[in-house]
């Protein structure tokens, strides 16, 4: 008889609970597709951001006491290097998978012929290594510094095998030196000379257009500082830091055993640095402030107006949800006061009630949540370029939100059934 009452209902006010299903659907629709691009914008925002630079670095420990006491800024040694040969452990971390890319650097002054010097950085292009794990790698300034605009040329490719002696220029110094793509330089260094040809003409908009930028090996032969690096940029995905991370950036050992290990295997860019130390000897690793606070700002924010909107969809539906049950009960109240003359109790009534509506919320639920999977990939394409990935904790929250909002939005007019007088609603009838 239950079973009966609530399909007779479903039929007879069909549009009615056709409207109820599309609202929940609206909702559960914004709501998943919200949740979905949240809890996917981290890595999707921190990956947009990577195209403007590296957000740590890492120097000898020696420089970089010398550069905290002095304000050392030129990026100069002070006779400190970093081991060339241990550039692949960085990838050996915990949070290996979180290093998207990184690149070494050395600097050598090198004279041209008509004695100008000119400052030479040699680092890796496109550099194909194997690493320690077995797996590959393709890193280097191509990706890094993607904002550089080839005026001339293009990209030097380290992989063709045809890298040796070449070389890529700024604007800056390829007008002050007269050359182009495809024209040579002769370079005098303090232990070798080498003859580069020029592959590529770029402008980075700042001091980078006054250097020469060529193979890692190329500036070590010029000062003879074959297996040494003054740095290493790294470019990796990392968390907003919160009040562990800064105390652990100030004092690791301040930490009780339990935070060491929550800050050690969250991906902090204190916790990724303090790794990196830990495989390149005698380094310092820190993060560059000012992208790690862009990066932690622009996702709260982000995360901030997804939860906002998500909220708002979902008080939207319950108001909706609220007056169309409301208006459903009214409609019925003639039939609710005969179930009452005759016996039934109030929770009865409230319970087919609400089977009725959660029936419908049921569906309005489900298409709601495809049509928000769809919507979500609809922004991380249009905002992203690339698909959001779906989080399966997301299914659980939308099931959990819609019974939320459909009790929210029921709860109105289950009261007012609760005060339906049988004696006044019957005779009103008549």
Known sequence: MFFRMIRGTLLRQWKKMLMIAF?????????????????????????????????????????????DLYSVEDGSSSGAYLREDELGKIKTIFWAFNIVDYAPFISANANLDDGTEVKVTGSWFNHHMELPTGETLDAGIASMRSWWEIT????????????????????????????????????????SDVTVKIIGVYDAGGDEDQQLFVPLNT???????????????????????????????????????????IWYCTAYASSICYQIQEVITDSVASPVRQVADSEGAILEKTQLLMVLITILSLIGAALGICNLVTASVMERSSEIGLMKAIGAQNGAISGLVLTEIFITAIFGGVIGFFAGFGFAQIIGHTVFGSAITMKPMVIPIVAVLVVLVTLAGSIPAIRMLLRLRPAEVLHGGH
Do not use: C, F
């Open 23 to 67: 609202t929940i659907a609206l909702g559960a629709s914004l709501a998943a597709a919200m949740l979905s691009v949240m809890l996917d914008v981290g890595d999707k925002v921190n990956q947009e951001l990577k195209t403007y630079g590296a957000n740590i670095t890492v120097v000898p420990k020696e420089n970089s006491v010398l550069n």
């Open 152 to 191: 001339d040329g293009a990209w030097l490719d380290e992989q063709t095998g045809n890298d040796e002696n070449t070389a890529m220029i700024g604007t800056e110094l390829a007008e002050k030196a007269g050359v182009r793509a495809g024209d040579t330089l002769h370079l005098t260094g303090t232990a």
């Open 219 to 261: 500036a070590q032969k010029l000062d003879d500082l074959d297996g040494k690096i003054d740095s290493i940029e790294v470019s990796a995905l990392t968390t907003p830091d919160n009040e562990l991370a800064e105390r652990a950036a100030k004092d690791p050992s301040s930490l009780t055993v339990a935070q060491y290990e």
